[in-house]
């Protein structure tokens, strides 16, 4: 099952994909289209499901960032090595070449995919709290910027992430944030003397901070920990006492 942006469909030069756990190869846990190339899953079902994404998407290249829960942005500039998916350590890929899927892994954390009007430039962005806390959707706004787009000229899409109401943090979490800006209060909400933390409305807050009209932001409103039969959830699998979980994948590509 594949999930899509309708703003994002009707643009016939860019095809994107948020992918849900169904119709892989992986077993148990992993069950079934894990494509966590850093899990623990066996390696030849990671691959088979890896080839099942680039077939429905119809590719031969997927490029992917060794996710560090970090703010920087890989500028792919050309097709690295054919046996090489992983291409650098960073959070996200921005490039203008085509026919070149690159894509993100995520298990709570919220995929985010951009692309310009012009549909020049393309980026994908893995955007848990350490992510959008330290700047990586600024950063990802000022690789457009740089090459002349305007932040009105920026569409943005972001995918399916864990919910307010299943992201319980800590007080020192909360205090975190507040340190740095009191306004960031808006992004928790407190029940039953407990903190919950509303990750979409913070990237959203960011977003919005780069000058990106809210009009150019669309979302899948999917909660990762609740549909247990359509996503890998990392925090529903720590709950559950599961020694391991399955990624997410979410993609983006410029036809021509």
Known sequence: MIFKSNSFSKNNNIHHAFFSRKNGTSKGIYGSLNCGL???DKKKYVDQNIEIVKKKIK??????????????????????SKNKIKIGNADGIFTDLKKVAIGILT????????VDKTNKYICCIH?????????????ASTLFEKKKIKA????????????????????????????NNK?????????????FFDLRSFIIYQILKTRIPKSNITHIM????ANKSLFFSHRRSVAKLEKDYGRNLSIIIKSN
């Open 127 to 139: 955007t848990g709290w350490k992510g959008a806390f330290s700047g990586i959707i600024k950063n």
């Open 107 to 114: 298990a709570d954390c919220a995929p985010i995919l951009l």
């Open 222 to 225: 999917k909660d990762t920990f």
């Open 183 to 195: 306004r960031y209060h808006d992004h928790f909400s407190f029940k039953r003397n407990k903190i």
């Open 38 to 40: 850093g899990s623990k």
């Open 152 to 179: 009105k000229d920026i569409k943005v899409c972001i995918g399916p992430c864990i919910s307010k109401d299943k992201y319980e943090v800590q007080l020192d979490f909360y205090n975190k944030f507040i340190s």
């Open 59 to 80: 590719t031969e290249f997927l490029f992917l960032p060794r996710q560090q829960h970090g703010n920087k942005i890989i500028t792919l500039k050309k097709i690295p």
